[in-house]
């Protein structure tokens, strides 16, 4: 959908003889914020798509064919993953699991193992593949910065049995000593949290706006409205500041995981 939709915007841009720098002019918006629209590495936010319709005189169109706002997981999270490699910072808060960029290979293919239809084999393997590739944004000596809050449930649920849960806090722990990722808990004896409806995803650009992704059971969103962005980025840096300290965060780490490597 994402190229489709670039490929029209540039085709317009060009009938109408306008560079993306006198076209960004136009819209109020940045050039490079063009350039990946028209390349189909993201979508414009409504508010955008309506001042592009305006600067080309497209009427609505621009707008109207933007995905469905409550459109699938699927289809709107290959625009989140290449969104992900381009990120300078990435803020996560997992609820149940942990996150796709953090996960062992173990951890990974159990749960997609028991996903409804379970995959076949192959198919499990190929998913497995897809996210440890993106884990290799992680290989980068400080880009992106990567935040991480994960609720006390993400390491009381032994997803995949004792040994790859050991195997997997062990691998968090060792991602906050190196300092690529910093990570703190959310303790249960904390109660309600602003963070707790649901999971989140907060990435920031060199040469972009912001942008945030949500996701619940079946379905997922990506939010590049700045009054929503806005609003999760509030709810993340409260729930921070009811997090857990680094050293005493990454000692609950290690406790639950000596705790599953003696699990009989």
């Keep these: 959908m994402s190229n489709i939709y670039g490929n029209?915007?540039?085709?317009?841009?060009?009938?109408?003889?306008?560079?993306?720098?006198?076209?960004?002019?136009?819209?109020?918006?940045?050039?490079?914020?063009?350039?990946?629209?028209?390349?189909?590495?993201?979508?414009?936010?409504?508010?955008?798509?309506?001042?592009?319709?305006?600067?080309?005189?497209?009427?609505n169109v621009l707008a109207s064919f933007l995905p469905d706002e409550d459109a699938a997981v699927a289809e709107y999270f290959e625009t989140t993953r290449l969104l992900e490699q381009q990120a300078t910072m990435i803020q996560e808060f997992a609820l149940s699991y942990v996150p796709g960029i953090l996960q062992t290979a173990s951890y990974a293919r159990t749960v997609f193992r028991l996903a409804f239809p379970p995959p076949s084999d192959d198919e499990c393997d190929r998913l497995v593949v897809t996210r440890l590739e993106r884990a290799k944004v992680l290989d980068g000596a400080r880009t992106p910065v990567v935040w991480t809050l994960l609720d006390e449930a993400v390491l009381r649920r032994p997803v995949g049995g004792a040994t790859v849960m050991a195997e997997q806090l062990k691998h968090l722990v060792c991602l906050v000593e190196s300092e690529r990722v910093r990570l703190h808990v959310l303790p249960f004896d904390l109660g309600f949290h602003p963070l707790l409806?649901?999971?989140?995803?907060?990435?920031?650009?060199?040469?972009?706006?912001?942008?945030?992704?949500?996701?619940?059971?079946?379905?997922?969103?990506?939010?590049?409205?700045?009054?929503?962005v806005q609003r999760l980025q509030g709810a993340y840096a409260l729930a921070m500041g009811d997090a857990l300290p680094l050293?005493?965060?990454?000692?609950?780490?290690?406790?639950?995981?000596e705790e599953y490597e003696h699990h009989d």
Excluded: C
Aim: glycine share 8%; net charge negative.
């Design 8 to 59: 029209w915007l540039r085709s317009q841009r060009e009938a109408q003889g306008l560079t993306q720098q006198e076209l960004a002019d136009l819209a109020l918006m940045t050039r490079s914020h063009i350039a990946h629209i028209e390349a189909g590495r993201r979508l414009p936010s409504r508010e955008d798509a309506r001042r592009l319709d305006k600067a080309l005189g497209t009427g």
């Design 197 to 228: 409806p649901g999971m989140v995803t907060l990435m920031s650009f060199e040469d972009q706006p912001p942008v945030a992704y949500s996701e619940g059971a079946a379905i997922g969103k990506l939010h590049d409205s700045p009054d929503v």
């Design 247 to 257: 050293r005493e965060s990454l000692a609950v780490m290690n406790r639950y995981a």
